[in-house]
């Protein structure tokens, strides 16, 4: 992956090449990260407006680092900050993965779980003892034990009736 900012001159057309060089100009390349010194948003993303062909529109300065001085990014993909400084801009930093793949990167809510291998009882999560609904993961183990404890309640609760009604009150 290159590191090194590009010759501008190999960039055309002109006004590609002008927002190039005012990217450029509002990174901090002093460091291990290339740290943007421009508007941020409120997670820490560097925003960058590229004015080139009159239509002035934001892009992430991450995602425009990468596609200046790497190339394309693939089509379902998305950039992951491998060393987890939103602000950084440098190319070797960043990588494209799948936004699953980011997500169990990362320290969210939903990646602590995905990494979960056994649920609270200590049954494996693999494949023949879970199963998937509506996004969640469910131990089959505990499901089945959850379901025989309430046909058991169930049950007793039926003989009751039944022996309430069968003997009446005196």
Known sequence: MPDEPPHLTAIAPTRQAADAERFLAKVD?????????????????????????????KVYAHRYAYELLVGPIPDGLIID????????????HLEPVTYRENNLRGDSPSARNLSKTHC?????????????RNGDRRCITCQRAHGRKSMARRRAAERAAKASVASPAT
Do not use: I
Request: positive net charge; glycine residues 8%.
């Open 29 to 57: 390349m002093t460091g291990d990260c290339w740290t943007w010194q421009s508007a941020k948003n409120r997670k820490g993303y560097g925003e960058f407006f590229l004015n080139h062909n009159k239509d002035r529109r």
């Open 81 to 92: 900050h491998l060393c987890r400084n939103p602000s950084c801009v440098r190319p070797s």
């Open 120 to 132: 609270p009882q200590g049954h494996p999560y693999d494949e023949a003892n879970t199963e998937s």
